[in-house]
């Protein structure tokens, strides 16, 4: 009778480890649950805080854009403040070039007027003699030639002279007021007019420094050349061959500029000229 019992703690026995199994099971999908809960969670977090990464990320590269666009629009700035200061400073040397130029060309022209003045001076005519104390004169009679009644023969070219004068000094005065065309067609008018003058070697030269100052460099020389083959013992050649060698050099023929120089100080070594050729020859 006592058999039965020992099968039941069996069967319990079973029944109990069957649930007990069927409960680790069930644990066991819980957990798999509560963990894929858990893991698409977390997720979702990553997902959101990349998603905030990568909007801040985005945001930082737009300002750090706009912030390279604002450093080189204040480099533009910058440079656009340097450009005019280097302009008003360009200006500011070539209004002062240009009033130097000015000034040396007045005293050039002074002096040129000067020179002309003492070149145009008659020479002292000597004393007439006087007549005899004991030589009467008959009365009625007229006098001598050459005594009151001659007319001087530079009285009677005055005329002359003083039209050659007028023409120069017009052409100098267009010279003067920076008009170089009218100058260089006004002394050209003269040379052609009065080619024997005193004045028709400065007239030549002054068509040459004209043209220098338009820029007309192969012109100047041609003008240059002109003068020193016309009037070769003209007080003008000097200054006609250092008009050359500054016209070589700002044509780039530093070769030619350096020979035309030195020619003026071989053939004209006490003209002022040849002094600034040697200035000229040993800053180059």
Sequence with gaps: ????????????AAAL???????????????????RKRIDATNARLAQVQKQLEDRIAG?????????????FREVELIKADIARLRGQTEVLTHE???????????????????RKLEAAPAPAPAAAAPAADAPVAPGAAPAAGVAGALPPAAAAAPGAAGEQRS?????????GGNYAAAIA?????????????????????VG??????????????????????????????DALLNIGSSQFELG?????????????????????????????AAR
């Design 1 to 12: 009778m006592r058999q039965p019992f020992p099968r039941r703690l069996r069967l319990l």
């Design 17 to 35: 480890a069957a649930l007990g199994v069927a409960h680790a099971a069930s644990a066991a999908l819980f957990d798999d649950e509560e963990a």
């Design 60 to 72: 930082l590269e737009s300002q750090m854009k706009n912030q390279g666009l604002i450093d080189l």
């Design 97 to 115: 070039l240009e009033q130097s130029q000015k000034r040396q060309r007045d005293l050039y022209v002074d002096l040129d007027s000067r020179l």
């Design 168 to 176: 120069y000094d017009a052409a100098l005065d267009q010279f003067k």
């Design 186 to 206: 006004g002394f050209q008018g003269f040379v052609k007019a009065y080619p024997k003058s005193p004045l028709a070697p400065s007239a030549q030269y002054w």
């Design 209 to 238: 420094n004209a043209q220098f100052a338009q820029k007309d460099y192969r012109g100047a020389i041609a003008s240059q050349r002109q003068l020193i083959a016309g009037y070769p013992d003209s007080q003008k050649v000097p």
């Design 253 to 281: 023929d530093a070769a030619g500029a350096r020979r035309t120089l030195q020619e003026l100080v071989a053939k004209h070594p006490t003209s002022d000229a040849a002094a600034k050729a040697r200035q000229r020859l």
